[in-house]
Nanobody
Framework: QVQLVESGGGLVQAGNSLRLSCTAS????????MGWFRQAPGKEREFVAA????????NYADFVKGRFTISRDNAKNTVYLQMNSLKPEDTAVYYC?????????????????????WGQGTQVTVSS
């Protein structure tokens, strides 16, 4: 079992930055591809960013490219999402997820149904 806890959310003005953290316990995340998703009120959960086990591969949703950066520190069992130039439409609950990877260390998981573990989420609110 892997427990994921997100932190770093809050209320910010448009144009500002936030860094989300996702800290895992129970297992080392070095065996997992990691991802960030978000869900705004009344909307489906959507993919934001993902990173491979080694951190060498990443993937981003088009709407965050150039603004958000996903990274990981396996020694700290933590994944980060640096969010710059935030917009009001980025307002959502942000979730961290872990996908157990056995063979392909470069796999970046985009499909939410492939993830095995999820955190409880952290609220990000961007005011205009």
């Amino acid at each position: 079992q892997v427990q994921l806890v997100e932190s770093g959310g809050g209320l910010v003005q448009a144009g500002n930055s936030l860094r989300l953290s996702c800290t895992a316990s129970g297992r080392t995340i070095s065996n997992y591809a990691m991802g960030w998703f978000r869900q705004a009120p009344g909307k489906e959960r959507e993919f934001v960013a993902a990173i491979s086990r080694s951190g060498s591969s990443t993937n981003y949703a088009d709407f965050v490219k150039g603004r958000f950066t996903i990274s990981r520190d396996n020694a700290k069992n933590t994944v980060y999402l640096q969010m710059n130039s935030l917009k009001p439409e980025d307002t959502a609950v942000y979730y961290c997820a872990a996908d157990r990877i056995y063979y392909n260390h470069y796999k970046v998981t985009v499909n939410e149904y492939e993830y095995d573990y999820w955190g409880q989420g952290t609220q990000v609110t961007v005011s205009s």
